[in-house]
């Protein structure tokens, strides 16, 4: 089943009907009280990843689910330019940036510096970051010919790369690394998609 897709913006209206319809999303799966909150607040936290952002940004978002696997989708067009992904390539490269404290201010950095066109470079350009990959690996879960960022390989790559106490206690702290099974960000043409994934 998938939802409805709402046009998200920053305002206040707009984060609660994306809220209210995962309750309803929630109601319709028949989910336990305490899977319905899980729910509720990784939508809670995508839309706070979107009240974040700077500017007057716009995104889609809806939820998937079959059973009881759910996916919650966040799709923006490419806004930004190209300096900026250099920068993200620069961040993603060393994990550091001073302006994003916490794990979601990470994401929502991340997602944000994503958000710019193609150009004729992209494909050298995005080879060189350390966690965008250009493979095959995430095509049956929609991301074929993409670049991504995945939680679980960062994950990975704190372990076999050891990063300050800092990284990890940011990740102890977050509510979406702790509740999502998966976290995928992509980047293909003119568009930014993150996805949580969830099973209960």
């Known amino acids: 089943m998938i939802s409805d897709i709402l046009h998200v913006t920053q305002d206040e209206a707009s984060i609660k009907e994306a809220l209210m319809q995962a309750e309803a999303v929630a109601a319709y799966r028949g989910l336990e009280k305490k899977a319905a909150l899980e729910l509720r607040l990784l939508t809670e936290e995508m839309m706070g990843l979107v009240q974040a952002l700077t500017g007057q940004r716009e995104a889609d978002f809806w939820i998937e689910s079959e059973g009881l696997k759910f996916q919650l989708h966040l799709k923006a067009d490419a806004i930004v330019n190209t300096e900026m992904r250099k920068r993200l390539l620069s961040v993603s490269s ?28 992209e494909e050298a350009t995005l080879a060189s970051g350390a966690y965008y990959n250009y493979s095959h690996e995430f095509g049956d ?35 979406v690394a702790k509740i999502a099974d998966e976290v995928v960000m992509g980047i293909k043409k003119n568009t930014i998609e993150m996805v949580i994934y969830k099973k209960f």
């Open 141 to 175: 879960i929609g991301f074929t010919n993409a670049y991504v960022w995945s939680l679980n390989r960062y994950r990975e790559s704190i372990q076999t790369n050891p990063k300050p106490k800092e990284t990890w206690d940011e990740l102890e702290k977050s509510v």
């Open 94 to 121: 060393n994990g550091k940036n001073a302006s994003a404290k916490g794990f979601m201010a990470k994401i929502r950095d991340l997602f944000e510096r994503s958000m710019e066109p193609a150009d004729a470079d």
